[in-house]
């Protein structure tokens, strides 16, 4: 029923653009989350291979963009078995209790030529601290592209205690990557 | 021309170093590969594969200063299967001492490792990530390692002999310090 009404609801108003379009179905298969790390000076990237999202954005209302992104901490690919074995472990993740870390947008500020600041929460081992996003966002073939990243500082959220604590073999700084890809919903 | 009489002292420093940089990377590298995931693994692992670079620039420098400064020949009155067992070993050692870090910087990444000498240095990635591939360099790594302790183990011993039991200037030639060896 709801669909119904949207299918009625949306022609009516999104005939000005062709970009006049509300992008929400994120495609999880062409999307990702990554993260690269520094250890002893050397980027490693590793990614997560699940995780939930939910996306709507408006190219010509930015503003009133929402996302969740929900990401599956088990499903961390760390570079190596040995790597995966110990991200899961109490002293990184810890997700055996805490299973899963969260990303709430707040806002978003355009800084010019489809290229945007973002805030929002980001919650993980059951800190939440303030982040700032920066990404950009393309069209192709009717869908939106999203890319991005966001900066942490790991020992912010308790990533990596005990030895893991000394930033001088892991950096503190993460860069966690996203991309993901956007239909509009219709 | 006359061959030289002696080793440049260019030569015998370099020798020394890439020694060193064997004696040092060699343990380090059987001690860190058992150790659990720990900050100072991952601290070994880099000064080994920091060692290692250093390992084949040496190399590479000591067969370039080889290709101009040709070494003394052996001294005479050796038996013909020991000049022949001296080249070998000395030509293996030289293989060996080139494919050695090679295997482990193509190991590394193919293992999804980049080198980042001392930490400075971002080097190019040999090969794409391939794990099997990794895994396989490992063993080659490895195999190789062995070959060459081996090696050592002659070139060392025979040295010795020399020195020891010949009493001739062999020795003497790479330790110039010692100078003739002790006659009794």
Redesign the interface.
């Known amino acids: 029923m709801k669909r119904l009404l949207l299918a009625l609801l949306i022609p009516a108003h999104g005939v000005g653009t062709a970009v006049a379009a509300e992008f929400n179905a994120v495609q999880l298969d062409k999307s990702g989350v990554s993260f690269v790390s520094k250890?002893?000076?050397?980027?490693?990237?590793g990614q997560f291979k699940k995780f939930a999202a939910q996306i709507s954005f408006d190219p010509n209302k930015p503003e009133s963009a929402k996302a969740q992104i929900d990401i599956e901490l088990a499903s961390i690919e760390a570079?190596?078995r040995?790597?995966n074995d110990?991200a899961k472990g109490k002293e990184w993740f810890n997700i055996r209790e805490f299973p899963s870390a969260r990303f709430v947008l707040g806002g978003i500020k355009s800084i010019g030529s489809g290229r945007y600041q973002a805030t929002g929460k980001m919650t993980i081992k059951g800190k939440t601290r303030e982040v700032v996003a920066a990404f950009s966002t393309k069209l192709d073939g009717g869908k939106l592209l999203i890319d991005g990243a966001i900066p942490i500082l790991r020992l912010q959220y308790g990533i990596g205690d005990g030895?893991?604590v000394?930033t001088?073999?892991?950096a503190d700084e993460v860069q966690v990557r996203f991309r993901f890809t956007l239909a509009s919903n219709k | 021309m006359n061959p030289p009489a002696a080793y440049t002292r260019v030569a015998v420093v370099l020798h020394w170093l890439v020694a060193l940089a064997v004696f040092c990377a060699f343990p380090l590298g059987m001690y860190m590969h058992e150790l659990p995931l720990s900050p100072t693994k991952l601290q070994l692992y880099s000064y080994h594969k920091w060692i290692g670079i250093s390992a084949l620039l040496l190399v590479a420098t000591r067969l370039a200063w080889r290709i101009g400064h040709r070494p003394p020949p052996l001294l005479p009155g050796m038996p013909r299967w020991q000049e022949i067992a001296a080249h070998a070993t000395h030509h293996s050692l030289y293989l060996l001492t080139l494919a050695i870090p090679l295997s482990g910087w193509l190991m590394s990444s193919a293992l999804g490792f980049s080198v980042v000498w001392f930490g400075v240095i971002p080097l190019p990635d040999l090969v794409g990530k391939d794990e099997p591939l990794g895994e396989l360099l490992k063993d080659l790594h490895a195999t190789l390692n062995f070959t060459m302790l081996a090696l050592i183990l002659v070139h060392a011993a025979a040295a010795i002999k020399h020195h020891v039991f010949d009493h001739d200037g062999t020795l003497a030639r790479m330790l110039p310090f010692l100078q003739a060896g002790p006659r009794p």
Not at chain 1, 39 to 45: S, W
């Open positions: 250890q002893m000076g050397v980027p490693i990237e570079g190596s040995e790597a110990e030895a893991w000394e001088g073999t892991v």
